[in-house]
T-cell receptor, first 112, second 115 residues
Framework: SQQGEEDPQALSIQEGENATMNCSYKTSINNLQWYRQNSGRGLVHLILIRSNEREKHSGRLRVTLDTSKKSSSLLITASRAADTASYFCATAYSGGYQKVTFGTGTKLQVIP | DAGVIQSPRHEVTEMGQEVTLRCKPISGHDYLFWYRQTMMRGLELLIYFNNNVPIDDSGMPEDRFSAKMPNASFSTLKIQPSEPRDSAVYFC?????????????FGQGTRLTVV
């Protein structure tokens, strides 16, 4: 399966702390995206990083990409209770037919 | 814009019945995707359309599943006959022109329970 895998599967932190989630994938990619899913809701696109980029920021989000290790990390700084959600990485594979596949997700709980 | 609209939000049906899920993509988007989410298999792409034409249906699990997009503002996913293992949350998503595989806008999903 080309599906990415997030690590850890679940993470519980106190409000104000930083949260780091990791994603590993298997083959060459064009880009990697992170999505958030609140309980019972659809996924919301957070940020995209291209294969030729190493780091990207958006507000309290910082994404890194290491293509040599086929891994990415999502850092949420100064977490808030509203950040409680599941976070998924999605990879668009390069070569031949492109298809975005989603990882298994990290369930983040931010305790007020 | 109201975003991607799916209906119904919840569906409970008996095994063997036909189920039709509906989706209205964001106006102006020309890509439409159907995904299925389960605890066991995560989020799986079932089929996607571009300009109302099915491009890749390799994720459709079997012939019991079919999808149509008769116009740019409406798509259906039909399961006939339904089975308990089809129980899942089904998401529709759309993307704007030129944005395939870069950003998808998801609907709220339809939670299907087949008993």
């Amino acid at each position: 399966s080309q599906q990415g895998e997030e690590d850890p599967q679940a993470l519980s932190i106190q409000e104000g702390e930083n949260a780091t989630m990791n994603c590993s994938y298997k083959t060459s990619i064009n880009n990697l995206q992170w999505y958030r899913q609140n309980s019972g809701r659809g996924l919301v696109h957070l940020i995209l990083i291209r294969s030729n980029e190493r780091e990207k920021h958006s507000g309290r989000l910082r994404v890194t990409l290491d293509t040599s290790k086929k891994s990415s990390s999502l850092l949420i700084t100064a977490s808030r209770a509203a950040d409680t959600a599941s976070y998924f990485c999605a990879t668009a594979y390069s070569g031949g037919y492109q298809k975005v596949t989603f990882g298994t997700g990290t369930k983040l709980q931010v305790i007020p | 814009d109201a975003g991607v609209i799916q209906s119904p939000r919840h569906e409970v049906t008996e095994m063997g019945q036909e189920v039709t899920l509906r989706c209205k993509p964001i106006s102006g988007h020309d890509y439409l995707f159907w995904y299925r989410q389960t605890m066991m298999r995560g989020l799986e792409l079932l089929i996607y359309f571009n300009n109302n034409v099915p491009i890749d249906d390799s994720g459709m699990p079997e012939d019991r599943f079919s999808a149509k997009m008769p116009n740019a503002s409406f798509s259906t996913l039909k399961i006939q006959p339904s089975e308990p293992r089809d129980s899942a949350v089904y998401f529709c998503a759309s993307s704007p022109p030129g944005r395939l595989n870069t950003e998808a806008f998801f609907g709220q999903g339809t939670r299907l329970t087949v008993v």
